[in-house]
């Protein structure tokens, strides 16, 4: 059964928007909750995550100014608003959650392995 459930991925011309969404549960919607990428042939990339307990908002800078995250503590859910999404956007989006050491929440590609919860990801097209 999976831990957390993603929705919200498609195609989309650049420029256009989509909103992912992230479901969890009271076990899995905790900690740091947000999501990373991997594109074809690169290593997976923090972009967006936030504090649950606190609503503290980290962004990767190449997603700043363009993605916005969100949560809501009644449905143990994450959204992820992205506008103007580029062509570079393109990627498997995986919803994460676990609770961290110490904020902030990193976004690392390294940091990948200290979040304990994964999506099965939603993919997200974007033509140019």
């Known amino acids: 059964q999976a831990q957390l459930v993603e929705s919200g991925g498609g195609s989309v011309q650049a420029g256009g928007s989509l909103t992912l969404s992230c479901t969890g549960s009271?076990?899995?919607?905790?900690?740091?909750m947000g999501w990373f990428r991997q594109a074809p042939g690169k290593e997976r990339e923090g972009v967006a995550a936030i504090y649950i307990s606190g609503g503290y908002r980290y962004y990767d800078a190449s997603v700043r100014g363009r993605f916005f995250i969100n949560q809501d503590n009644n449905k143990y859910t994450v959204t992820l608003r992205m506008d103007n999404l580029k062509p570079e956007d393109t990627a498997m989006y995986y919803c994460m959650s676990g609770a961290p050491s110490s904020l902030p929440c990193r976004l690392r590609a390294e940091d990948a392995g200290t979040y304990t919860y994964w999506g099965q990801g939603t993919k997200v097209t974007v033509a140019g």
């Open positions: 009271m076990y899995t919607y905790t900690g740091c």
